[in-house]
């Protein structure tokens, strides 16, 4: 059974950086497309990045504009993400989540999430 956990996130200023992982346990990495999402209470949760299962491609929604990195080592199970120029308006529960590459839009595992708080 695929499990992943998130470690990272906390407290951040405005315009500061915080960088979040997430291990992959139970299967091979290599089979699943990951991805990050995070969630305000209240509001639909969001993709936030994405990244083929190679690492080759990467794909992020139009408000990130530049300031976040997704990456992952398929040779240590593990993803990245890295947050630069946070805004207040990041302030999230952030989960990573992984999708068979045979069905890339459907993510079928998640991690407990992490809280990333920005300060203004």
């Known amino acids: 059974q695929v499990q992943l956990t998130e470690s990272g996130g906390g407290l951040a200023q405005a315009g500061g950086s915080l960088s979040l992982s997430c291990v992959f346990f139970g299967g091979t990495f290599s089979d699943y497309w990951m991805a990050w999402f995070r969630q305000v209470p209240g509001k639909e949760r969001e993709l936030v990045a994405s990244i083929n299962w190679s690492g080759g491609s990467t794909y992020y929604p139009d408000f990130v504009e530049g300031r976040f990195t997704i990456s992952r080592d398929n040779t240590k199970n593990a993803m990245w993400l890295q947050m630069n120029l946070l805004k207040p308006e990041d302030t999230a529960v952030y989960s990573c989540?992984?999708?068979?590459?045979?069905?890339?839009?459907?993510?079928?595992?998640w991690g407990q999430g992490v809280q990333v708080t920005v300060g203004s």
């Open positions: 989540a992984a999708a068979r590459h045979t069905n890339p839009g459907t993510y079928e595992y």
